[in-house]
Each structure stands twice: as structure tokens, then as C-alpha cells.
């Protein structure tokens, strides 16, 4: 079926239109994970372990990067916990950092 009379005329004009769309288009490249380093005092509460655990997930997902972790207490047992948790998501090539130094 052949456009009528104002479709006709209009026919053209629609197809520049998209036209020029796919060549004013800039290219979508897919999005950039956010480089993230992660600063933590974990120690007995759990908000820092969820927080560790949500940006490995985020980074399954290519959402983020993890660069790496710092913690910042001196408790030492939180920069085991950190290499433990990324070691359970495969990332032991992450750097963490760790505070020296006297508690309180």
C-alpha cells in the first residue's frame, strides 16, 4: 500500500529525520565501572563486612573496580577479615592498606 496524499509528503521527511539521528548519534560506549577504594574500621560491627561484600558484587557486575582497601583501626583482626572476604570473591590481588598504631 502506497502512502496518500499529506503521508506521501511527509514520507521523506521522516526518513532524514532518522537519518540524522543515526548520524548525529554519538557512538554509546558501554559505561565505565566506578574506581572505587574502600576505607573501613572493621572490627566487631557488621555495616563494613556488607559494605565490602556489596562493592565485590558490584564489581561481578562490572559496576565498580575495587583499587583497594584500607583499614584504619588497630585492630589487626579487621585487615584479616578484609583479606578474607576478598579472597572468598577471588580478588586477592586487591592492595590492602592497614593502620599502625595505638587503639583509642
Known amino acids: 500500500m502506497q502512502p496518500t496524499g499529506g503521508l506521501q509528503l511527509a514520507a521523506p521527511a521522516v526518513r532524514l529525520c532518522f537519518l540524522k539521528e543515526l548520524v548525529e548519534e554519538p557512538l554509546l ?3 565505565m565501572p ?3 577504594i574502600i576505607d573501613t574500621d572493621m572490627s ?3 555495616d563494613d563486612v556488607g559494605a565490602l561484600c556489596l562493592a565485590h558484587a558490584l564489581q561481578d557486575r562490572n559496576k565498580a573496580e575495587i583499587l583497594a582497601v ?3 583501626t588497630g585492630l589487626e583482626q579487621g ?5 578474607v572476604i576478598n579472597h572468598y570473591f577471588g580478588r586477592d590481588d586487591i ?3 592497614a593502620y599502625r598504631g595505638p587503639v583509642g
Open 29 to 31: 560506549l558501554p559505561p
Open 34 to 36: 566506578e574506581r572505587i
Open 44 to 46: 566487631i560491627d557488621v
Open 70 to 72: 584500607t583499614h584504619n
Open 79 to 83: 585487615v584479616g577479615a578484609v583479606s
Open 95 to 97: 592492595p590492602i592498606g
